[in-house]
T-cell receptor, first 111, second 114 residues
């Protein structure tokens, strides 16, 4: 079956530090890949997505590139802010439409 | 659009009581999902509907849990009887179609069973 493995947390960074959260997946065919973010007390919301190989999703300074050869979709941001503190979920949607979420990575950014 | 609307936002109930969680999906979305989130188990898909019909309920933990979608704009998740281990955040979510499309989550119903 499909699976998503993401970097274990928690991750603690200082403001303006570089962020990478690793995500790899297992799926047949050509899934779409997503990063969702969950701020405290809220539901998950889409951060960015990519629907085919070599696509780059970007939003709010975050980026992730769909790498089919390494089955990865790592999340990056060049300079994090305190307001980026949240839980980040990597997810895929396969060709049959079944979604699979990773376990989430908690990011805390300190001033 | 108002987004996915869930109620109640918070509920504290005693063990053995019936709990009903409600959801209004985004208008026009034909898929509806119920998820449960706990620290121990993370985010779990309980059940999802397509055009009001339950498609996959393999994630429903046991017979105490039931979900219905009587029409395109309303769904319920019922726990009867409730137990302390049911304490969690329950999310409802909807999407236009599943494959490749974004899932939109509600803000969650925070359930505590004492």
């Amino acid at each position: 079956g499909n699976s998503v493995t993401q970097m274990e947390g928690p991750v603690t960074l200082s403001e303006e530090a570089f962020l990478t959260i690793n995500c790899t997946y297992t799926a047949t065919g050509y899934p779409s890949l997503f990063w969702y973010v969950q701020y405290p007390g809220e539901g998950l919301q889409l951060l960015l997505k990519a629907t085919k190989a070599d696509d780059k999703g970007s939003n709010k300074g975050f980026e992730a590139t769909y790498r089919k050869e390494t089955t990865s979709f790592h999340l990056e941001k060049g300079s994090v802010q305190v307001s980026d503190s949240a839980v980040y979920f990597c997810a895929l949607s396969d060709e049959e439409g079944k979604s699979t979420f990773g376990d989430g990575t908690t990011l805390t950014v300190k001033p | 659009d108002a987004g996915v609307i869930q109620s109640p936002r918070h509920e504290v109930t005693e063990m053995g009581q019936e709990v009903t969680l409600r959801c209004k999906p985004i208008s026009g979305h034909d898929y509806l999902f119920w998820y449960r989130q706990t620290m121990m188990r993370g985010l779990e898909l309980l059940i999802y509907f397509n055009n009001n019909v339950p498609i996959d309920d393999s994630g429903m933990p046991e017979d105490r849990f039931s979900a219905k979608m009587p029409n395109a704009s309303f769904s319920t998740l019922k726990i009867q009887p409730s137990e302390p281990r049911d304490s969690a955040v329950y999310f409802c979510a909807s999407s236009l179609r599943v494959a490749g499309n974004t899932i939109y989550f509600g803000e969650g119903s925070w359930l505590t069973v004492v």
